[in-house]
């Protein structure tokens, strides 16, 4: 038997959830083609609600958090995937049903994972499951025919690292970003990402969201839901398109059908999840080529995978700005 360093979240019989370092043997790991040692993964609010009470992501304890991994294959029965290989891991049950990333070894099916080309492992987890997220959704804007020259791009939530992200992506490509933020101390950092505008969250406090506002978006990257996704809606241009990914601020929708029908707009909906695995792997290709962000290190931190608590219990109450990478290979 192989010992694991690894954080193990339990549930009480009072719902109590604790997360903390344990030693486990290879035999804790389901079964799978592959085996990974884990160099890397990241810290993202679904790494937060599957060790919070009521979160609604967990299928059950014992569970091994954390929604990416990164590393290096130690063993595989797979052809497609040899000792030696970088890979990187998201999305389908990991985390949540199946042992993810904060512990030193992680074990999947082929189908589970994407062989890393030119990027380094440290820079997959960077760009992690939210990167990839932000990927998907340039693309939804991009597929919509949405160009530069159309007018400005609204991302909201955009400190966070679907967010962050995105702008920094969008600007890229050319697009004129307005990023939407309640964290006056980051207007500085989301300008350096690329934002030709940084203003606060939308709608205002004492704003009431019409069911069809002025228009000024050509597309919108929506991380928040809520009231926030209804005034984006609602000031869409004609024809625009809103690629929603997040529901940090609700995941009710209070708006109407009169954005759609009279404007043709398009809610695109952006899952990461059980996204296929075909897919997946064309989509991180664009991410080692056309679609990898520029300041990735500006909006990264290292943590080591033993603090990795403390970091969960801040991210649920909006106070993590970018990306934080969990380094688990010389973490424990």
Known sequence: MTEINAMVAHQDAEGVIALRHEVVDDSFLPDGEVDIHVEYSSVNYKDALAVSPKGGVAQSYPLIPGIDVAGTVTASTSPDF???DRVIAHGQDIGTGRHGGYAQVARYPAD????????STADAAAVGTAGFTAAMSVN?????GINP??????VTGATGGVGSLSVDLLSDLG???VASTGKAEAHDLLRDLGAAEVIDRVPGPDDKVRPLGKAHWAAVVDCVGGKTLAYALSTLK???????SGLAGSPDLPATVLPFILRGVTLSGIDSVLLPIGKRREIWAQIESELLPSHLARVTRDVS???VEDVLKTIIGGGVTGRTRVVVHDGF
């Not at 004609?238 to 929603?244: D, K, L, N, S, W």
């Open 175 to 177: 697009y004129e970003v």
């Open 238 to 244: 004609y024809g625009g398109v809103a690629a929603i």
């Open 149 to 154: 020259g159309d007018g400005p791009v609204l």
């Open 112 to 119: 589970y994972l994407v062989k890393l080309s030119s990027l």
């Open 140 to 144: 939804a804007v991009r597929a919509h």
């Open 305 to 307: 995978v033993l603090e």
């Open 82 to 84: 040899a000792v030696g």
